[in-house]
C-alpha cells in the first residue's frame, strides 16, 4: 500500500513538472522608443508609427477632462493630449 501511495505522489510531481506555461501571445509596449513624439499634434499617421515602434497593440488617446478605464494593459500605448491636441507624455499601460 504504502509503495502505491509514493507512486501516485511521484507520478503527480512528475506531470505539474512536466506541465509548461501557455506560451504568451502579449506583445509589450515600449514607451521609451516614441518620446520624441512628444509636443507634436495628435493624428493617425502619428499613432500608426507611434504603435509600430513601441510594439504596442493599441493605442489610446487621453484627453483633458476624459473619464477612462484603469485597468492596466501591457499593449496599450496611452497619448496624453493637452486642450490643443498636442501630446503632452506617452506612457504604455
Known sequence: MK?????AMLMGLCSCAAASA???SVRSCDASKVQSLVG???SGEL???ARRLS???VVRWLRPGQ???ME???ERLNFVL???NKIQSIRCG
Do not use: F, L, N
Request: net charge positive; hydrophobic share 50%; glycine share 4%.
Open 3 to 7: 509503495a502505491v501511495a509514493t507512486a
Open 22 to 24: 501557455p506560451e504568451s
Open 40 to 42: 507634436q499634434a495628435a
Open 47 to 49: 499613432a500608426a508609427r
Open 55 to 57: 510594439g504596442a497593440r
Open 67 to 69: 473619464i477612462i478605464t
Open 72 to 74: 492596466y494593459s501591457a
Open 82 to 84: 493637452d486642450a490643443r
